[in-house]
């Protein structure tokens, strides 16, 4: 059984006993977050996503896909050889990758790192336009940007962690007593565990045959 949007949202009213304004009009803000923690929390490989693009000469910085929750690999591509990149502190990049416009410090990259919530920064600078692939966590729609009577992977298959999730965050809107918000805060790790276990059991399954569910392109930084 899964939930629609609307669905979903009736439920939730009805475990906390309130249709007042303000909860209704802040349904869509707690489902949002509970399908972040799910996604934060579960590294679920149905959101794993493999993109390809190009580096440009020159410029070490790279812009992440618009999706982007957390990386799994990048590698640069030469000769269909993959080279994956060791991710590293911002610290230790910015030092390493100091001198983007002296010629003779660039090199194929090396390292990569987090230089803030919408790019990577590389190491060397790049001295050609390399090929790259970034397999990632992505962020899916949320169910609350459909219809009323849409659904989204976790409303069909996290239905209980969704739930309670949403609970969770409707609970301490509504300012109920601490042991009401922990008894929905246990339901969802308890939830979330067993999905957790199912589908790390269903990727061990599925990646034996392959490890690149989706292919897009990658854009880079300017």
Do not use: C
Not at 71 to 98: C, G, P, Q, W
């Amino acid at each position: 059984m899964s939930f629609t949007y609307g669905t979903l949202k009736t439920t939730v009213q009805n475990y906390l006993d309130t249709e007042e304004t303000a909860f209704v009009a802040t349904l869509p803000t707690f489902i949002t977050t509970a399908e972040e923690r799910i996604l934060k929390s579960a590294n679920l490989n149905v959101f794993r996503k493999n993109v390809t693009g190009q580096l440009t000469t020159g410029n070490t910085y790279l812009t992440k896909p618009t999706d982007f929750i957390r990386t799994f690999s990048l590698a640069v591509i030469e000769n269909n050889v993959y080279d994956y990149l060791l991710l590293k502190h911002a610290s230790f990049m910015r030092e390493y990758s100091n001198d983007a416009t002296t010629v003779s410090k660039r090199g194929k990259p090396k390292y990569y790192g987090q230089f803030d919530e919408t790019t990577f920064i590389l190491g060397p600078v790049p001295d050609q336009a390399y090929n790259i692939e970034l397999h990632y966590f992505y962020e899916p729609a949320s169910l609350t940007s459909g219809l009323d009577n849409g659904t989204t992977w976790l409303s069909q298959n996290a239905r209980d962690a969704l739930l309670y999730g949403t609970l969770v965050e409707g609970a301490m809107f509504q300012k109920l007593p601490l042991n009401e918000v922990q008894a929905y805060e246990s339901r969802f790790q308890e939830a979330l565990l067993k999905l957790k276990a199912e589908q790390e059991l269903l990727g061990t399954r599925q990646e034996y045959y392959t490890d690149r569910p989706r292919a897009n392109n990658l854009a880079n930084k300017a």
